[in-house]
């Protein structure tokens, strides 16, 4: 699995935005380098490594929470303003039974590597199940929830380890 360059670089661009520079010295301070380049997939240990740094900074710690909190606060936000994920938005009239099944086409656009099927199972629930996911299961519970929630509903998620580096996701909505 890898996470294309591209997300790092909006990562980082909203953190200067916000005006965040004692994060982006820290970063580099605690990370290293932090100049990525945006055609460049970038390996999964690089990605989990630069998760952790910023849940300590960010947060103080790093452990399950935090890589919710990290992925609902700040990866959902460069997801969900992204040009891919805006088009795909509003092709699907923001309607939840419509953009979930989605999800694999905005993943795409930021890794490679893993494999996400969805399956709606009724007008107002689907379930995802993610295969070669190296991350914590949170973090990606933490990005559906913030990035649906800047289109205005609310998602109720639950997941289950199916083994090491896969996961089933359970989507509920109203």
Not at 11 to 27: G, H, S, V
Not at 41 to 60: E, H, M, W
Not at 71 to 92: E, H
């Amino acid at each position: 699995m890898t996470t294309k360059g591209v997300f790092f670089k909006q990562l980082i661009k909203l953190f200067l935005d916000n005006k965040n520079e004692t994060l982006i010295r820290a970063l580099k301070q605690e990370f290293g380098n932090i100049d990525f380049s945006a055609f460049k997939n970038y390996p999964a240990d690089i990605d989990l490594r630069f998760q952790k740094v910023l849940c300590k900074i960010i947060y103080g710690k790093e452990d399950e929470e935090t890589h919710y909190l990290l992925a609902r606060d700040y990866y959902a936000q460069v997801v969900s303003s992204s040009i891919v994920s805006k088009t795909i938005f509003s092709l699907c009239q923001n309607e939840p039974a419509k953009i979930v099944p989605m999800i694999v086409k905005i993943n795409n656009a930021f890794t490679t590597g893993m494999e996400i099927t969805c399956e709606i199972l009724d007008k107002n629930k689907a379930r995802l199940r993610i295969d070669n996911y190296p991350f914590y299961p949170q973090h990606y519970q933490g990005l559906f929830v913030g990035a649906t929630k800047s289109l205005g509903f609310e998602l109720q998620i639950s997941f289950e380890k199916i083994n090491d580096f896969s996961y089933e996701y359970i989507l509920e909505w109203n």
